[in-house]
C-alpha cells in the first residue's frame, strides 16, 4: 500500500474517536456567513482538506493542542481552510512556551514588598519654582532637538463606555466638543510650538521641530483608528508624523491549558494587553525607526486620560537630570482601600514594581509612615511613564525570554457557549522590574488625571466625571490670569475649556484672560 495512503488511514482512524463526539453542527456558517466566507479568499478543494493537514495535526499534537481540529468532519471545505490558514498563522512553539511558563509562574512565591523609598520619590511639596523652571527649559531644549518620542497605547475599544469604536474617538462632553485624540494631538502641537518659541519668541519664524507619535492600536481598533485621523486631517499635524502600529493576539486558553475554540473553524484570541506594546515595537522594527530619528526618550501614557499632559517638558526634563532608565507619574492614593496600583519594591534593595490593589494586603494599605504621615503604599500607578529608547529594546528582550503572562479568567464565547477561561496579557507596568533605575515624580490628581473608563451613571471615572475636571483646572486657570466666569448653574458644576492651542499647562492666557468676563461652560480660544 501507497506509504501516504496508509498514514492517511492512520489518521482518520486516529480522528475518527475524537470526531464523532463533536457538537458542531449549530454552529455551521449561515447562508450569509457562508457567502462572506467564499469571498475570503481563493476556492479550496475539499479533496486536499478531507482531513487536517498532516504536518499541522503532528505540530499541534506535539503541543497538546489537536483538539483544535475536532469538528474538522463538520466543517465545509471553505471553513476548513479558514482553520488551517488560522492555525498556521500561530508561532506554536512561542505559545506553548508562554502558556507554561504563566501557568507555572503562578505557585512561584514573590519577595516581599518594601514602600518606595523617599530618594525616589520627586513629591510635589519638596519640588522648588527654581527646579520646575530648570527641568521645563531642559525638556524643551530636548524636545527641539528631536529627542522625544510620544508612544500612545490606544488598543482598546469604549465598550464600557457604550460605544464600539477606539476609546480615543470619545467626545466627553466638552463645549468644543473635541474627542481624546483630537485633544492629545493639540497638546502635541503646542508643545511643539512652546520648543520652538523656547529659542526664538517670534512664533512666525520659530523653527518646529516635529514629535513623532507612535499609535498602538489592536486588531479590533486598528482601521477605524487611522480612518478617524484621516477624516480629521490628524488634527493639524503632519501624517508622516504619526505611526500606526498592532499589539499582538493570544489564544485564550481552558483551565487546563488547551485552546478555546470561538467558533470550530477559529481559535479564539484576544489582544496581548498593553504591555504588548514592547514586543511590538520590536517586532514591527519601530524601535530602530525610533533610533533613525534620533529620539532618545519615550513619553508613553494611556488614552483614557482626559488631562494627560502629552509630551510634558517638566516631567522629562526631571527624567533626564534623573539619569534613569525609567521613570512613572505617580498620584497619591486617595484613601487606603482606593482601587488602584501602587509602586512599591520588591525586597530591600530589589526593583521597583507595581502591585495590584488585589494583591495589596488591606493592613498594608492602611499602614502610616510616621515621617511623612502618608499612607506607606500611596504611590498609585496611573499609566503616564517614561523610557529611554536603551531600556525599551532591554525590556521587548527580557519580557519575551520570560515569557510570563498574566492570567485573566474570564467568560470567553465559544463553540460551547461561554467558557471560563483564561485571557493572557502583559501589562505597561511589567517593565519596571527590569530596569536598572527607576524614578517616581508626583503629580496633582486634579490637574493630570481624568480617567474615562466607565458609562455615565456609574460611581466613578466616566466621562462626565473628566469632563468636569477638565472644566474645573481651566477655570482656575482663568481666574489665576486675571479672568472672569458667569455662569447659570452652580460653579462646582461647569467651567471653561481652554483650548489646547492656547496652553499646556496654564501658561500664556493673560493676553486672552485679563480683564474679560466668560459665561461658563465655554471653550476658550484664540
Known amino acids: 500500500m501507497d506509504t501516504d495512503l496508509c498514514r492517511r488511514n492512520q489518521m482518520n482512524a486516529l480522528l475518527t474517536i475524537r470526531l464523532r463526539t463533536c457538537n458542531c453542527t449549530d454552529h ?19 479533496n486536499d482538506l478531507s482531513i487536517p493537514p498532516l504536518p499541522l495535526l503532528e505540530r499541534l499534537k506535539d503541543y497538546g493542542q489537536e483538539d483544535v481540529f475536532a469538528c474538522w468532519n463538520e466543517l465545509s ?68 532637538e528631536g529627542k522625544l518620542g510620544v ?9 464600557r463606555l457604550g460605544s464600539s469604536d477606539p476609546k480615543g474617538c470619545f467626545n466627553i462632553g466638552l463645549p468644543s466638543g473635541k474627542s481624546l485624540f483630537q485633544l492629545q494631538a493639540e497638546r502635541i502641537l503646542r508643545v511643539q510650538m512652546l520648543a520652538a518659541q523656547s529659542v526664538n519668541e517670534d512664533a512666525g519664524s520659530a523653527r518646529v521641530t516635529p ?43 481552558s483551565r487546563d491549558g488547551r485552546f478555546i ?40 501614557y494611556g488614552v483614557d486620560n482626559a488631562l ?5 517638558p517638566t516631567f522629562l526634563g526631571y527624567f533626564i537630570e534623573a539619569g534613569v532608565a525609567s521613570a512613572a507619574k505617580v498620584v497619591r492614593k486617595a484613601y487606603p482601600q482606593e482601587k488602584v496600583g501602587v509602586f512599591v519594591q520588591r525586597g530591600k534593595g530589589g526593583p521597583v514594581s507595581v502591585v495590584e490593589y488585589s ?40 519580557l519575551e525570554k520570560d515569557s510570563i503572562y498574566h492570567l485573566a479568567e474570564k467568560s470567553i464565547p465559544s463553540i460551547h457557549g461561554h467558557t471560563v477561561g483564561f485571557k493572557l496579557e502583559q501589562f505597561i507596568f511589567d517593565a519596571f522590574p527590569y530596569a536598572p533605575s527607576t524614578a517616581l515624580f508626583e503629580v496633582v490628581r486634579e490637574e493630570e488625571f ?31 490670569t486675571g479672568g472672569f466666569l458667569t455662569h447659570s448653574v452652580p460653579l462646582y458644576a461647569t467651567g471653561v475649556e481652554v483650548s489646547p492651542l492656547c496652553s499646556y499647562a496654564g501658561e500664556d492666557l493673560e493676553a486672552i484672560c485679563r480683564g474679560r468676563t466668560f459665561h461658563a461652560p465655554c471653550e476658550i480660544t484664540f
Request: with cysteine; aromatic share 8%; charged share 25%.
Open 151 to 159: 508612544l500612545l497605547l490606544s488598543g482598546g475599544q469604549g465598550t
Open 261 to 300: 475554540m470561538e467558533t470550530p473553524y477559529k481559535v479564539a484570541k484576544s489582544p496581548d494587553g498593553n504591555g504588548g506594546v514592547y514586543l511590538a515595537l520590536k517586532s514591527s522594527g519601530l524601535l530602530e525607526d525610533m533610533a533613525m530619528r534620533g529620539i532618545k526618550y519615550l513619553d508613553c
Open 450 to 480: 481624568a480617567p474615562v473608563k466607565n458609562a455615565n451613571g456609574s460611581n466613578f471615572d466616566t466621562p462626565d466625571s473628566a469632563r468636569l475636571l477638565v472644566l474645573r483646572l481651566h477655570a482656575r486657570w482663568v481666574a489665576a
Open 28 to 46: 455551521r456558517a449561515s447562508n450569509g456567513n457562508r457567502s462572506q466566507l467564499l469571498s475570503m479568499g481563493d476556492s479550496v478543494d475539499s
Open 211 to 253: 514629535i513623532h507619535w507612535y499609535i498602538m492600536t489592536s486588531p479590533f481598533t486598528d482601521e477605524a483608528t487611522r480612518k478617524f485621523f484621516e477624516n480629521h486631517k490628524y488634527f493639524g499635524l503632519e501624517a508622516d508624523q504619526v505611526t500606526f502600529f498592532q499589539q499582538g493576539t493570544i489564544p485564550c486558553v
Open 77 to 144: 471545505a471553505e471553513e476548513r481552510h479558514l482553520l488551517v490558514k488560522d492555525i498556521e498563522a500561530l508561532d506554536l512553539p512561542r505559545i506553548d512556551r508562554i502558556i507554561r511558563c504563566s501557568f507555572q509562574s503562578q505557585g512561584i512565591p514573590k519577595a516581599a514588598i518594601e514602600p518606595v523609598p523617599e530618594s525616589n520619590v520627586s513629591t510635589v511639596e519638596n519640588r522648588t519654582m527654581e527646579e520646575r523652571e530648570k527641568w521645563w527649559k531642559m525638556g524643551l531644549k530636548a524636545i527641539l
Open 359 to 398: 494583591e495589596l494586603d488591606q493592613s498594608l494599605a492602611s499602614e502610616i509612615n510616621q515621617g511623612t504621615g502618608r499612607l506607606r503604599y500611596c504611590w498609585s500607578n496611573v499609566c503616564l511613564h517614561m523610557f529611554t529608547l536603551d531600556f525599551l529594546n532591554q525590556v521587548a528582550n527580557g
Open 308 to 312: 494627560v499632559r502629552v509630551a510634558d
